[in-house]
């Protein structure tokens, strides 16, 4: 069975869409609450996102499936691992999830997780001819 949901789209920045990182962060950086509650207008603010991770977590208790599959982006999973582990937003910054990575939880009947990968990058390769990462065929 699958699924297709909004839950799991990247952060909307709203008016800040495609500016560059550099001007984006100074922007974050002097919101006077901290970078949580920025929201840009037209956008979302982190804790927007833990709402939909939050939402995300609601939804796959409902599925009641032994293996579920979310393919989504780095910030989306920040914001399912904080929901998950219940963190305070300032832990978010020591959680780093590369591209292409895969994280897997495992979960007991109480939803609680007694089992976790963050980030893994095994199935990727390094090529020697053109030094870039390929995947890998399973």
């Known amino acids: 069975k699958v699924i297709y949901t909004k839950l799991l789209r990247e952060r909307d920045m709203g008016i800040l ?8 962060r100074k922007i974050i950086s002097g919101h006077p609450k901290g970078e949580h ?19 995300f977590i609601n939804l796959i208790k409902k599925e009641k499936s032994e293996n579920i ?5 780095a910030g989306f999973i920040i ?8 963190l305070p937003p ?4 020591f959680i780093q999830i590369k591209p292409a ?6 979960l ?12 893994d990058i095994s199935h990727l390769i390094k090529t020697e001819t053109n ?8």
Not at 69 to 73: G, L, M, P, S, V
């Open 101 to 106: 990575s895969i994280s897997k939880f495992t």
């Open 79 to 86: 914001s399912f691992i904080m929901a998950l582990f219940k």
């Open 17 to 24: 869409f495609n500016q560059r990182r550099e001007k984006i």
């Open 37 to 55: 509650y920025f929201r840009p207008a037209s956008g979302e603010s982190m804790f927007d996102v833990r709402k939909r991770a939050n939402q």
């Open 108 to 119: 007991d009947s109480r939803f609680r997780v007694t089992n976790f990968i963050l980030g």
């Open 131 to 138: 030094g870039l990462f390929s995947a890998l065929s399973c």
């Open 90 to 93: 300032e832990e978010a910054k």
């Open 69 to 73: 599959a979310a393919i989504t982006h």
